[in-house]
C-alpha cells in the first residue's frame, strides 16, 4: 500500500502516465466486467486511494498462461524485488513456459512445435533466451536465479522471508546448495532464532578431539616409513642422546 499511495500522489501530480493491462474473460466474469487484470495491480489501488473510478487501460489478447508470463515480467520489471523473490518469478516463468512447450529434460532435446522446420532444438536453451529478452537477464543471472529456484526447498524458502538472506543472492546459492535435509534443518533453526549464521553452524559436524601426542606419533611413524637404515641408526642414536629411558624400560 505504500507504493500505490505514492503512486496515487503522483497520479494526483501528473496524472496516469502508464496504461493497466487487462485481458477480456466474458466468461469467467458473467454479469460482470468481463476483464481480467493482468498487471497494474498498485495503480488500480492508487486509483481507489484517490476516489477515481476509470483508468486507461490496454486490452491484450491473451490465455490464462500468457497473462501470468506478462505478469511476472511486469514485476520483473517495475518493483524492487529482493533476490528471493526474483528467483521465484523465474521459476514460476519456467514452470509456464513447460507447459506449453513440454518438460525441459537435461540432454534431451525436441523439434521445435507449431512449425515444419526440421531442425531441432534444446529446450533448456530456448527458455534461457527468451527470459534473458524478455526478463532483462543476463546469462550468468538467469542461471544463478534458476538454481536458487529450483533447488531451495519451499519450506526453507517460508523461513528465510523477514531475514538478511532474503536480499542476499550469494546467501541463497549456498543454501541452495545444501542437501534437502540440511535445507530443512536450517528452515527449523531460523524459525526459532533468525540468525543464518547460527544456523549454518549446527550443520558443521563436531570434530573429534584428537590427542596431540598421539598425532605427533602418527607424523613420526609416518616419515620412519621413508627412512633408509642409516638414517633409522641415526635417529635411534639422537634419541638415546634425548632422554634417559631407563625408568620406562623398569616400569615395562
Same mark, same amino acid.
Given at each position: 500500500m505504500d507504493i500505490a499511495a505514492a503512486i496515487g500522489a503522483s497520479f494526483k501530480e501528473r496524472g496516469q502516465i502508464s496504461p493497466i493491462t487487462v485481458r477480456r474473460t466474458p466468461a469467467k466474469n458473467k454479469g460482470a466486467t468481463p476483464f481480467t487484470l493482468i498487471?497494474?495491480?498498485?495503480?488500480?489501488? =492508487? =486509483? &481507489?486511494?484517490?476516489?477515481?473510478?476509470? !483508468? &486507461? =487501460? !490496454?486490452v491484450v489478447e491473451a490465455d490464462g498462461a500468457e497473462a501470468q508470463l506478462m505478469e511476472i515480467a511486469e514485476n520483473l520489471y517495475r518493483n524492487e524485488l529482493s533476490a528471493l523473490d526474483r528467483a521465484i518469478f523465474v521459476l514460476k516463468y519456467r514452470e509456464l513456459w513447460e507447459e506449453q512447450h513440454g518438460k525441459i529434460e537435461r540432454g534431451k532435446y525436441s523439434a521445435e512445435k507449431g512449425t515444419e522446420c526440421p531442425f531441432i532444438f534444446a529446450p533448456g536453451r530456448e527458455l534461457s533466451k527468451q527470459v534473458q529478452e524478455r526478463l532483462g537477464f543476463g546469462e550468468t543471472t538467469y542461471k544463478k536465479v534458476t538454481r536458487i529456484g529450483q533447488n531451495l526447498h519451499p519450506t526453507l524458502r517460508a523461513a528465510i522471508r523477514g531475514t538478511e538472506a532474503e536480499t542476499d543472492q550469494s546467501k541463497l546459492l549456498k543454501l541452495?546448495?545444501?542437501?534437502?535435509?540440511?535445507?530443512?534443518?536450517?528452515?527449523?533453526? *531460523?524459525?526459532?532464532?533468525?540468525? *543464518?549464521? !547460527? =544456523? *549454518?553452524?549446527? *550443520?558443521?559436524?563436531?570434530?573429534?578431539a584428537v590427542d596431540p601426542q598421539e598425532a605427533i606419533f602418527q607424523k613420526v611413524t609416518a616419515l620412519l616409513g621413508k627412512a633408509d637404515d642409516l638414517t633409522l641408526l641415526r635417529l635411534l642414536n639422537h634419541i638415546g642422546d634425548l632422554r634417559d629411558f631407563s625408568e620406562l624400560e623398569k616400569a615395562a
Open positions: 498487471t497494474g495491480g498498485h495503480r488500480c489501488a =492508487a =486509483a &481507489d486511494i484517490n476516489g477515481w473510478t476509470e !483508468l &486507461d =487501460a !490496454l541452495a546448495k545444501l542437501p534437502a535435509d540440511d535445507q530443512l534443518r536450517v528452515a527449523a533453526s *531460523l524459525k526459532e532464532k533468525p540468525d *543464518l549464521k !547460527l =544456523a *549454518l553452524s549446527w *550443520l558443521k559436524p563436531e570434530k573429534p
